[in-house]
């Protein structure tokens, strides 16, 4: 038996900017990222991102449907770190309404 194949569609965060610090996660590639959780309107993603164009760093996001979750509310948490220390250069650190767009997971 298969295990289940999650597949990313669409673009959750690109480009992540704040001075001094510019975050970088292409989805579109397979090596971006190294895991993806799915359980009813949370999933959690994995992977390696760019900050300030330099490589080296980690990620955790994760993202919740307000639709699927019946508050209305689409919400995310992103933690970023670099890879080799395990430093933290970025946490929003808890679950953040959206400003705009959308959380879409589809079953």
Same mark, same amino acid.
């Given at each position: 038996?298969?295990?289940? /194949?999650?597949? %990313?569609? $669409?673009?959750?965060?690109?480009? !992540?900017?704040?001075? $001094?610090?510019?975050?970088?996660?292409?989805?579109?590639?397979?090596?971006?990222?190294?895991? %993806?959780?799915?359980?009813?309107?949370?999933?959690? !993603?994995? $992977?390696?991102? !760019?900050?300030?164009?330099?490589?080296?760093?980690?990620?955790?996001?994760? %993202?919740? =449907?307000?639709?699927?979750?019946?508050?209305?509310?689409?919400?995310?948490?992103?933690?970023?770190?670099?890879?080799?220390? $395990?430093?933290?250069?970025? =946490?929003?650190?808890? &679950?953040?309404?959206?400003?705009?767009?959308? %959380? /879409? &997971?589809?079953?």
């Amino acid at each position: 038996m298969q295990p289940p /194949v999650h597949e %990313i569609v $669409g673009c959750c965060i690109d480009r !992540l900017r704040a001075p $001094g610090f510019e975050l970088t996660i292409r989805f579109a590639h397979s090596d971006s990222y190294q895991w %993806i959780a799915v359980s009813g309107s949370k999933a959690t !993603l994995r $992977g390696t991102a !760019l900050v300030n164009q330099a490589n080296g760093y980690s990620f955790q996001l994760e %993202i919740r =449907d307000g639709q699927l979750d019946g508050s209305g509310i689409d919400s995310f948490r992103l933690k970023v770190w670099q890879s080799v220390s $395990g430093v933290t250069v970025y =946490d929003n650190g808890r &679950l953040t309404p959206l400003a705009s767009g959308s %959380i /879409v &997971l589809h079953k």
